[in-house]
C-alpha cells in the first residue's frame, strides 16, 4: 500500500468488548487524519431515481408500512420466520407489508400478506424503508440500513450484544433474546 499512498492508517476493526459501539470504533479511524468522528451520521438521503424506484415497488403498500427482515449472515442471529410474520401480520392489521429476502433467505417465497423485496439495489431498499413506520429485523445489514434511513427500527440481538452492534439511527430500539438465544423471545414480547 506504501507504494501507492504517501500515507497508511490502520485500525483494528473489532471494538473492544466493553464498547465503545462499533461505529464510532470504526470512525476512530478518521482522527488519524485530523477529522473528528464523535457525532452520531445523519440519516442517509436518496436520489429522486432511488426513491422513485422505490415508490414504484412499493406501490402496493400502505404509508407507514411495516417492514420486516427475518435473515442476517448467521443462522444463530435469527428470530424464527413463522414470528416474524406473525408480528407483521398483527402490526399492518391486514395491510400489505413489506418482506426483505436476500440471499441468506433464498427458500423463502413469501409470506401472508406480504409484498416480496428480494435482492432490491441497496439505495432502493434504503429509499422504500424511509417511508416504512416500522422496521422490525435480526442484528443484521437491513436493519442497519433501515436506520440510517431514518425508519423507526425495532432490532432483535441473541448472541451478539447491541451495546456494540446496534443499528443507529434517529429511532432505534433493541430487543436482546434472554442467554442469547433468539428462539427464546415470544411474538408477544416482540
Known amino acids: 500500500l ?5 500515507r497508511v492508517v490502520a485500525h483494528d476493526p473489532a471494538p473492544p468488548p466493553d464498547g465503545p459501539h462499533a461505529s464510532f470504533w470504526l ?13 452520531p451520521p445523519p440519516v442517509l438521503a436518496w436520489s429522486e431515481t432511488d426513491a422513485e424506484d422505490a415508490r414504484e415497488r412499493t406501490r402496493g403498500l400502505p404509508p407507514g408500512f411495516v417492514a420486516v427482515h427475518p435473515g442476517s449472515g448467521s443462522p444463530t442471529k435469527n428470530w424464527p420466520i413463522g414470528r416474524f410474520a406473525d408480528v407483521a401480520q398483527r402490526i399492518a392489521a391486514g395491510q400489505p407489508w413489506l418482506l426483505v429476502l436476500g440471499p441468506a433467505e433464498a427458500q423463502v417465497s413469501d409470506l401472508e400478506g406480504s409484498v416480496v423485496a428480494r435482492n432490491w439495489p441497496a439505495r432502493t431498499l434504503g429509499a422504500a424503508l424511509s417511508r416504512a413506520g416500522l422496521f422490525l429485523g435480526n442484528d443484521s445489514g437491513a436493519s442497519h440500513l433501515a436506520a440510517a434511513s431514518g425508519a423507526p427500527t425495532l432490532a432483535l440481538f441473541g448472541p451478539t450484544d447491541p451495546a456494540l452492534w446496534a443499528p443507529v439511527g434517529p429511532s432505534v430500539a433493541t430487543l436482546r433474546a434472554p442467554r442469547g438465544i433468539l428462539a427464546d423471545l415470544g411474538v408477544d414480547e416482540v
Open 2 to 6: 506504501r507504494a501507492h499512498a504517501p
Open 27 to 39: 470512525a476512530r479511524t478518521l482522527e488519524a487524519m485530523g477529522l473528528v468522528a464523535d457525532a
